[in-house]
């Protein structure tokens, strides 16, 4: 069977661990997978109540969940930490973004916050 994937939810709406089911244990009588029968059997094995399913390609819930990510009810959506105060939230994406594009210069490049630009890095 195919493998499904779950977060669980912990203080402050962040993920705190990630697990992975076989999509027969939230399948009902009719053959069709249903999220909260996945949620009901996390629940009863965990003794845990906030558990939230996940999408490896980011099709459903923005991104896929990760340890650390936050989980936002109101946008439906998993979401990386901040990596840089002056970076701003996508709210299309829910991901984190600079306004200063990464340059397409075929080098590596780190982001500078004191500076607020990319820094090649030397090799």
């Given at each position: 069977?195919?493998?499904?994937?779950?977060?669980?939810?912990?203080?402050?709406?962040?993920v705190?661990?990630?697990?992975?089911?076989?999509?027969?244990?939230?399948?009902?009588?009719?053959?069709?997978?249903?999220?909260?029968?996945?949620?009901?059997?996390?629940?009863?094995?965990?003794?845990?109540?906030?558990?939230?399913?996940?999408?490896?390609?980011?099709?459903?819930?923005?991104?896929?969940?990760?340890?650390?990510?936050?989980?936002?009810?109101?946008?439906?959506?998993?979401?990386?930490?901040?990596?840089?105060?002056?970076?701003?939230l996508?709210?299309?994406?829910c991901?984190?973004?600079?306004?200063?594009?990464?340059?397409?210069?075929?080098?590596?490049?780190?982001?500078?916050?004191?500076?607020?630009?990319?820094?090649?890095?030397?090799?």
């Open positions: 069977m195919a493998k499904r994937y779950f977060a669980k939810i912990g203080l402050n709406t962040k705190d661990n990630i697990t992975m089911l076989d999509s027969s244990l939230m399948t009902d009588v009719n053959g069709n997978e249903q999220e909260q029968m996945g949620i009901n059997f996390l629940k009863k094995v965990s003794n845990w109540d906030l558990w939230k399913q996940y999408w490896t390609d980011g099709s459903q819930r923005k991104n896929p969940a990760a340890k650390g990510f936050t989980y936002d009810e109101t946008r439906d959506a998993f979401i990386p930490p901040q990596p840089y105060p002056s970076w701003t996508n709210e299309s994406s991901r984190w973004e600079t306004s200063v594009a990464y340059p397409d210069d075929g080098n590596r490049h780190v982001w500078n916050e004191a500076s607020g630009a990319w820094d090649q890095v030397e090799a």
